[in-house]
């Protein structure tokens, strides 16, 4: 959550930092702000998104040749002028962005309001400003340092001083990183902010501090001792995170999925499935998959994947309830972490939580260099290229690839033998994809019928339960629509009592397991005049007789069905947000990143 870049050289900051702030606004959106130094601070700041915040305070129009940028998604403290960074002390000569959360900011602020400090927001964050002020002395790296010795709970942030050519840096539990481009440094919360300049980064470790001048980086630990670190060239380019004549984002990235899963696989499998991971996985009794979201989504079709595949017991938890729960976890489990941004604090804390119990872990991340790809012992990369829509879609399925292979792997391990007929089916997958993206128009069709409902349900059986729980929660994000997920043979138990003319249910009903079931359930919700949408297999005519819709999608292997069924839900999730007007990539309230708990 929130979005910080930086940025110190020779050429004028502030449309650096307002183009960084654009490709960041994913990660927030309700008030941005900017402070450049040009001899004196120059701050401006307000409520809003960042195009609203520039047009009426003329961001680009600042002049100097260092600063730093936020965009901010609210914890503590309504969205307003006051609320937004950069937050300055009492001088006005030290302003800092932060993104986190300062746990024992309630005691920070008593110290310092008796020591004269007045703040001026209701954040958390302004403390930071004024704690460097207390032990500023001519040296704000060293006064950033002491501050930072004070604070409990998680930072990302960067901060300059009026008289400093500098920009001092830190994170623990936020991201953040360092480019460097010849005399020119950059720093942001994610590496698409700043790829348009340069591609080599420095990832900042926990309790790390970067200190940013012209020409020169030095990164230390808080004990004042320097820290030698390379940096690391990303793969990503500029191309792939624009929006490539697509009207928003996630429309662009439900249609990369065939190439997105492609890469996936690439290299991956052959005769046999080749991922790199040791770690005697093998002798695990247990696998525990763990995440939150969507992530959590394909860690439930995981658990068929893996129980189905490779025999081995599997259990689901979300991230946030593993953490607290005292998880009876140990060196025979394998607990897997699956997360996009690698950055979910929630994630990234069960994870610590796994590794001091002494499991093994690994995880099944997108972003390349993000903290949980590098926490975790082992780790499959889904890559499925940057997803900056805030709904996730290509991310899912690239998910959803990785666990079967794993669930391949984790067979072969324990003495199996490698199943070919799934291994040719996945290899069909992306072209399969193709040809349900060919429905797009049927689906807006759809879409437009029944977009002026205010509820939704949706109904899916055995490994397909999840992507009703998918579906649901991508209609519910972007189009603010209420939409239930339930395993369909739960309808009769409770929510079949909300059936009525005016509830559209979707059901995910290829032939195959569970097929008859499903159609029984669906004249239990014609009987009640409920209004049908039906995933059904090609050639499936026969549902037509009890569905107001039928989506055709190819026929395929039981196991991989949620790879061709959630396309259709995407799309229709996707058009019945775009016909309401709403904005598809920043839905309200959300952030693509969720770095606080
Ligand atoms: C929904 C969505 C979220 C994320 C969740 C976990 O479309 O994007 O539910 O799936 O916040 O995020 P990651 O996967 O980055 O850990």
Redesign the pocket.
């Known amino acids: 959550m929130c979005g910080i870049v930086g940025y110190i050289g020779k050429r004028e900051a502030a449309p650096i930092l307002l183009s960084g702030l654009k490709r960041l606004e994913y990660r927030g959106y309700d008030s941005a702000g900017m402070v450049i130094v040009n001899g004196s601070l120059q701050l401006m700041k307000d409520k809003g998104r960042i195009e609203d915040v520039d047009s009426a305070h003329g961001l680009r129009d600042m002049k100097g040749k260092m600063g730093i940028a936020h965009t901010r998604w609210a914890t503590h403290g309504e969205p307003s002028t006051e609320n937004a960074h950069p937050h300055v002390d009492c001088t006005g000569d030290i302003a800092i962005v932060h993104n986190g959360i300062i746990e024992n900011y309630n005691t920070l602020k008593e110290l310092l309001e008796s020591e004269g400090h007045e703040m001026k927001s209701g954040t958390d964050s302004e403390i930071l400003a004024h704690l460097i002020e207390k032990f500023y002395c001519d040296d704000l790296a060293a006064a950033v340092r002491k501050s930072l010795l004070q604070v409990q709970g998680t930072y990302g942030i960067a901060v300059v001083h009026r008289k400093e050519s500098k920009i001092v840096v830190a994170r623990n539990g936020s991201p953040l990183i360092v480019g460097v481009k010849g005399d020119e440094m950059f720093t942001a919360s994610d590496a698409s902010a700043i790829l348009e300049h340069t591609k080599k980064m420095i990832y900042l470790d926990d309790k790390e501090m970067g200190i940013l001048e012209k020409g020169k980086v030095t990164i230390k630990n808080l004990r004042d001792e320097k820290v030698n670190k390379c940096h690391e060239e990303i793969g990503w380019d500029l191309e792939q995170i624009e929006k490539g004549g697509y009207k928003h984002f996630m429309l662009k990235e439900i249609f990369e999925q065939p190439d997105s899963l492609k890469n996936t696989m690439r290299g991956r499998l052959g005769k046999n499935v080749k991922l790199s991971i040791n770690g005697s996985v093998e002798n695990c009794r247990r696998v525990i998959l763990v995440?939150?979201?969507?992530?959590w989504h394909s860690a439930l079709i995981g658990r068929y994947l893996i129980e189905g595949i490779a025999k081995v017991p599997t259990e689901v938890d979300y991230a946030s309830e593993f953490r607290y729960r005292d998880p009876l976890v140990s060196k025979d489990d394998l607990v897997v972490f699956?997360?996009?941004?690698?950055?979910?604090a929630d994630?990234l804390a069960a994870l610590k939580e796994a590794k001091k119990r002494g499991a093994k872990t690994l995880g099944i991340v997108n972003v390349v260099g993000s903290t949980i790809a590098r926490e975790a012992e082992m780790g499959i990369y889904t890559h499925a290229g940057p997803e900056i829509g805030?709904?996730?879609t290509k991310?899912f399925t690239s998910q959803l690839v990785a666990l079967v292979l794993l669930a391949m792997d984790l067979k072969v391990k324990k003495g199996g033998k490698i199943d070919e007929k799934l291994a040719r089916e996945l290899n069909r997958i992306p072209e399969k994809i193709d040809a349900v993206l060919e429905e797009e128009r049927k689906v807006k069709a759809i879409a437009r019928k029944v977009a002026g409902h205010p509820n939704f349900l949706y109904l899916g059986r055995g490994i397909n339960y999840p992507v009703a729980l998918e579906g649901a929660?991508?209609l519910k994000?972007i189009s603010y629509i209420h939409a239930e997920g339930y395993p369909a043979a739960e309808m009769k138990h409770g929510p079949i009592a909300l059936i009525d003319e005016n509830m559209p249910v979707v059901f995910i009903a290829n032939r195959g397991r569970g097929y008859e079931k499903i159609i029984s359930n669906m004249e239990e919700v014609k009987a009640r005049q409920g209004k049908i949408i039906a995933i059904a297999t090609e050639g499936d005519e026969e549902i037509k007789r009890l569905a107001d819709w039928v989506i055709h999608v190819p026929r395929t292997i039981d196991d991989l069905t949620p790879l061709i069924n959630v396309i259709p839900l995407q799309l229709l999730a996707y058009y019945v947000a775009d016909m309401k007007c709403y904005d598809v990539d920043k839905p309200r309230n959300l952030a693509?990143?969720?770095t606080v708990e």
């Open positions: 995440a939150c979201g969507t992530s699956i997360s996009q941004s690698g950055e979910t994630t805030v709904a996730s991310a929660l991508k994000e693509k990143s969720v």
